[in-house]
């Protein structure tokens, strides 16, 4: 399982990023990439070097795509708990306080990457004691693996774009045609589409899951809602005011 997983994470987006440049050259430039393809399946062994290549690339796809998803500014369009805390909180069945000093924490304060720390704390603490969360993890897992290997595909699409163009222009001294940019944009336009909707699939799943383990811990404690302890780091700076006069 665990070799699936780094299978789909690292070797399989290096080696579609191999596949789509390989593609906009033939598109682009096909006397040279043929030319090319010949000479270099002369050597017996260049498919195993472009599989162990593929392995590399991936891992550095994988590197930037994770620098990028923790990103303040891109993490908008990644997996967000937010409203779920919010909502488990203003019904009463989570409460929110300082770990230093223990006093409740407004739910307005935490961040989107402090709301995923919590999700994933109580997720894990209860992954063998629940029922409900054991018997899900495997799907979240998966769904979780894919929505990776998806984010970091689409970032080997962008990245080919520019590949391309530059051997291209190593082959022939020129730019490609402004009308060949259509299928690397549209094919990264897909990546980034399909990587959005499991990111919401994915999102979406464990909020239920979540929503309702929260719900039934309440009730199991007679009303007394589950208290779980944050740190600076999963709230917001406060405002520097600049008072004047």
């Known amino acids: 399982m665990e070799e699936a997983r780094r299978f ?9 990023l191999m596949i789509e440049v390989s593609l906009y050259l033939w598109l682009s430039s096909y006397q ?3 030319q090319l393809i010949k000479e270099l399946g002369e050597d017996i062994a260049f498919p195993i070097s472009i599989f162990l290549a593929s392995g ?63 999700v994933t704390s109580f997720w894990h603490e209860r992954k063998e004691s629940s029922l409900r969360i054991k018997a899900a993890n495997a799907r979240t897992d998966s769904l979780a693996d894919i929505m990776h290997g998806l984010g970091t595909t689409f970032i080997g699409s962008i990245i080919a774009i520019p590949v391309w163009v530059f051997t291209h222009f190593k082959f022939s001294g020129e730019s490609p045609c402004l009308y060949l940019y259509i299928i690397p944009l549209l094919i990264s336009f897909v990546h980034f589409v399909n990587f959005r909707r499991v990111t919401k699939d ?44």
Do not use: C
């Open 32 to 34: 040279q990439f043929v």
């Open 202 to 245: 994915l999102q979406s799943v464990v909020d239920i899951i979540m929503a309702d383990e929260f719900q039934e811990e309440f009730f199991q404690k007679g009303r007394t809602p589950t208290i779980m302890n944050v740190t600076s780091i999963d709230l917001q700076k406060p405002k520097i005011r600049n008072d004047v006069g």
């Open 56 to 118: 590399g690339i991936g891992f550095l796809l994988g590197v930037v795509y994770y620098t990028l998803y923790w990103t303040k500014g891109i993490r908008l369009i990644a997996v967000n708990h937010l409203p779920l805390i919010e909502d488990v909180v203003k019904r009463g069945w989570l409460k929110l306080q300082r770990r230093d000093d223990g006093k409740e924490v407004d739910v307005k304060e935490l961040t989107q990457s402090g709301a995923w720390r919590i």
């Open 8 to 16: 789909l994470r690292y070797v399989i987006p290096g080696l579609l």
